[in-house]
């Protein structure tokens, strides 16, 4: 059940499409959702190490993209100064495979 209007949906082949087009060097890792009572993101394991983000409300790509950028600018100050571990930003995926927005990768 979708919790937004217009709320796009996210599943497990579009994020295995997205993730072996454009992160190929992790194709071969098993892609599981997370179940969140979350109403921002879709959230999906990547192997062992890597959590993918979906934005579930579609918006303007470039600011989407913008927002991505300025969280991971963050993240990355926070690591390893914090006494609780920080996710380290990865990758920031661009649209694609029937998803419309960009996406991060984080670990």
Do not use: K
């Amino acid at each position: 059940m979708s919790m937004h209007a217009g709320e796009v949906r996210v599943g497990v082949a579009v994020v295995r499409g997205l993730v072996a087009a454009q992160f190929p060097e992790w194709a071969e890792l098993t892609v599981t959702p997370v179940a969140s009572t979350g109403t921002v993101n879709a959230i999906f394991r990547i192997g062992a190490h890597l959590v993918a983000r979906f934005p579930l409300q579609p918006g303007d790509v470039n600011a989407t993209l913008r927002r991505l950028q300025t969280e991971a600018d963050a993240a990355r100050t926070l690591v390893g100064r914090t006494r609780v571990p920080v996710p380290a930003p990865v990758g920031i995926g661009a649209p694609g495979c029937g998803y419309p927005s960009p996406w991060s990768v984080q670990t």
